[in-house]
């Protein structure tokens, strides 16, 4: 699938990764199944912004101080402050893709009061519907942001889609499953080719190339098949991004130096 385009047929996005939290002190036990607890493995948390002339969509909102308190997450700035500290007005933002409706994906939307958010039918079936009764299925998801996603449902600012939806010329998005019933990566066409914001698809770069599944998860097959739909979707292996890699910061330049540690860039190759 990996889709050879003429130069200049497409406008490229730019496309960035914002960190906004950490959560420190895991293991390999926390993030692979059979993991080794003695060896660390911490994740980072990201949103992603594809942005060109025509166009800008966020990818995910994150979470907020409440969902941190919760769960113990180091909070740095909420997405929206990150996104005003970027020079991006979130009031402003016209769509946002929610990969998946897990608490670190869809908290916070009342901070984007103009968006559509753009969802597959199957998490969003997943994440209201006979699943929820099973605590172990329902513990990525917080009650609070469900509500909120249904109240802007019934406010008519949900879009459902079904598989594979074509936003833009050079924006796709494609159902995957696997950590959650209805996850959806998005494939962006950018200056250095196809690039796959896989999120939860992958959360870590291990997990992707050791075909070792993170342990929160629906449906293992559908999340090693996953693992190679990614792959298919990008120009190579190299083109595909993880949801909570730390090493995303470490392989991507920051956009500026006043925004270190903040905003990379992934429209351009990996530091080798």
Known sequence: MNTTLAPG?????????????RHSQRTNKDNFIGGDFHE????????????????????????GPDAAAARGRELFQTPAQRLRGFGIDPAQID?????????????????????????QDSEA???????????????????????????????????????????????SLHRIGGHSAGLQVV??????????????????????????????????ASMLEGFRTVVRLADSEDHVIPGHDPMVMTLYPPVAADLEGQV????????V
């Open 9 to 21: 047929a497409i406008e490229p996005f730019e496309l960035f990764a914002i960190s906004y939290a």
């Open 40 to 63: 660390s493995s911490d994740l980072a948390y990201y949103v992603w912004v594809a942005r060109r002339g025509d166009r800008l969509f966020l990818i995910d909102t994150g979470f």
């Open 95 to 119: 769509d946002v893709i929610l990969t998946h409706l897990h608490y670190d994906h869809a908290g916070t939307l009342a901070d984007f009061p103009k968006a559509t958010f753009h969802v």
């Open 125 to 171: 079936a997943y994440a209201t519907g006979r699943c929820m009764c099973h605590g172990y299925l329902r513990q990525p998801f917080d009650v609070e942001d469900i509500v909120s996603y249904v109240r802007h449902l019934y406010g008519g600012r949900v879009a459902f889609h079904d598989g594979i939806s074509q936003l833009a010329d050079g924006l």
């Open 187 to 220: 494939r962006v066409w950018t200056r250095r080719g196809w690039v796959v914001i896989a999120s939860d698809a992958s959360h870590l770069y291990a997990n992707l190339n050791d075909a070792n599944p993170f342990p929160v998860v629906y449906d293992v």
């Open 264 to 271: 990379f860039r992934l429209d351009v190759p990996p530091k």
